[in-house]
């Protein structure tokens, strides 16, 4: 059998502030999983994707520490059209999250948006911008 791509995972130092960012960009993470060490959610598309704490990850990896520097990585929600980009973004900064790159009109044609988690992770929202025409 090849491998088959099953699962985002992440580690959190603030499970809760983290769980915050993601149910307001519409994740149904289940009420008081901000006290669990792992969280786990299946998506609409099957992939799955989890949270655990720094004392969850220490547990089988001792000499865990966490990374420096800007992420190598980022998660990218797709929205369902120019204006939930705006408002997503307007929602999620509002609330103290951090904005790395405010909404844009990219040339590759989307509306284009990056934040940062409360973990400092690339979080990418778009939507495709309508044809001209």
Do not use: K
Request: charge should be negative.
């Amino acid at each position: 059998m090849t491998p088959q791509f099953d699962l985002v995972g992440t580690t959190v130092a603030d499970m809760a502030r983290t769980l915050d960012f993601y149910r307001r960009l519409g994740l149904d993470i289940p009420a008081g999983a901000e006290a669990e060490p792992h969280v786990e959610l299946t998506l609409d598309n099957g992939l799955r994707l989890a949270w655990d704490t720094v004392e969850t990850i220490r547990s089988f990896d001792p000499g865990w520490t966490p990374p420096t520097g800007s992420p190598r990585m980022s998660l990218a929600f797709r929205c369902a059209d120019p204006a939930e980009v705006d408002r997503r973004w307007a929602e999620l900064t509002g609330a103290g999250f951090h904005g790395h790159l405010p909404p844009w009109d990219a040339v590759w044609g989307q509306r284009y948006a990056v934040l940062h988690d409360p973990e400092g992770n690339g979080v990418d929202l778009f939507a495709p911008l309508p044809t001209a025409g």
